[in-house]
């Protein structure tokens, strides 16, 4: 297992992104599943710095991530606000695009 820790800032999330990408490669995902991979963990660490913390360097992200014979572990820790997914409405996928909301989807 590797492990990264980095503050909760927007411009670490290339350190993150290229954290993840080599791990995936480590763990023989194809190219597609690695930019899933990127694309998933970007979005949750940005979402832990913007939610969680409120906003840029109010914490610290630690990424984890395992390489198994079946694939690829990640692990995202912080120390911030929880969030209860419980408390939040499902969008409206079936709106216009012109009338979906630009966040929340993640």
Do not use: W
Request: glycine share 10%.
């Amino acid at each position: 297992m590797k492990t990264i820790i980095v503050p909760g800032r927007y411009e670490n999330l290339v350190k993150l992104s290229e954290f993840v990408r080599q791990s995936a490669q480590e763990a023989g995902l194809e190219s597609f599943d690695i930019y899933s991979v990127e694309t998933a963990v970007d979005e949750a660490c940005a979402n832990i710095i913007e939610h969680a913390y409120g906003g840029e360097g109010q914490g610290e992200i630690e990424c984890c991530c395992e390489v198994e014979e079946t694939g690829l572990i990640v692990r995202l820790k912080d120390h911030g606000k929880p969030f209860n997914p419980e408390t939040v409405r499902d969008p409206n996928t079936r709106a216009p695009l012109k009338k979906r909301q630009s966040h929340g989807l993640g």
